[in-house]
């Protein structure tokens, strides 16, 4: 551990009020189980595009970002994270009509009232983030080969990623700012992973649909930036609430006790 001054700014939990002790104490949690949440839907997002449900596999990014190269859009969101929205005996006959050429006979047959029934709920054409399948012409276009999102699709999440993730962990480094770790460049490092752990994940979505090993970055990436998460998290409230004032902050303070309120 470095005994690296104290900067004259710098103020541990213990001299904080207890009252913004309390503030950044709800931050965290709430701010917890956001993460958490976030990852559940991240692993059911993703998971199950390469025919396994249970894993999140290096396959299942290529195929999110880059398509699978031979199945078609529907058939990889059928077996991906649409999986769970109709019964595996509904799936199997609208996977088999697309392989056999999507007729336009046997969808207003067989396949159209299954998607009235099963997708128009939400696929209606009504939202523009959605696939369309209101309609055989629509859903002709998500019958053909996957090429993985598209390029305006990725623009569109990016930005929502970089501003939405940014705060998240501006927020957070803020607090853990308040932590006592040793040596000062560790910290540091600590607060700045996870900014160029988001640069790079998101950079990696467009390079993934060129060359497929990019996938690597983004898993990669994605680790490092809960791992970062995790720490921060952990290091703040066992600092606010449980770990005894640091030596070096009770010098500073001649050994009186930090006023509270």
């Known amino acids: 551990m470095s005994d690296a001054p104290l900067h004259r700014l710098y103020l541990h939990y213990s001299e ?26 991240l692993f059911y997002t993703y998971s199950g595009k390469d025919g396994n449900p249970l894993t999140l596999s290096y396959e299942d ?30 799936i199997t006959p609208i996977i088999t009509w697309v392989r056999e050429g999507a007729d336009r006979a046997r969808y207003e047959q067989a396949i159209k009232p299954m ?37 305006f699709t990725l623009v569109r999440v990016s930005h929502i990623h970089f ?35 988001l640069t790079l994940d ?16 983004v898993i990669i990436s994605g680790v490092v930036m809960a791992l970062s998460f995790a720490y921060m998290w952990v290091v703040s409230m066992y600092q606010l609430w449980f770990s005894p004032t640091p030596i070096v902050v009770i010098r500073r303070q001649g050994g009186d006790t930090p006023p509270v309120g």
């Open 16 to 41: 904080l009020p207890y009252s913004l002790r309390v503030l950044y104490t709800a931050v965290l949690l709430v701010l917890g189980v956001a993460y958490l949440f976030a990852g559940i839907y």
């Open 202 to 217: 998101i950079s990696s979505w467009y390079f993934t649909k060129l060359y497929h090993p990019f996938a690597w970055v």
């Open 163 to 197: 501003f939405g993730i940014s705060f998240v962990f501006f927020i957070l480094g803020t607090i853990f700012s308040h932590a006592y770790v040793r040596p000062v460049w560790f910290k540091c490092a600590v607060v700045a992973l996870p900014f160029i752990s």
């Open 115 to 151: 998607l009235d029934k099963r997708c128009l709920t939400c696929h209606d054409g009504s939202n523009p983030h959605l696939a369309n399948l209101n309609g055989y012409d629509n859903l002709r276009k998500v019958t053909e080969r996957d090429t993985g999102a598209g390029v």
């Open 61 to 90: 990014v290529v195929i999110a970002y880059s398509g699978s190269g031979k199945d078609s859009r529907l058939e990889s969101a059928l077996r991906g994270a649409m999986r769970t929205m109709l019964p595996a005996e509904e």
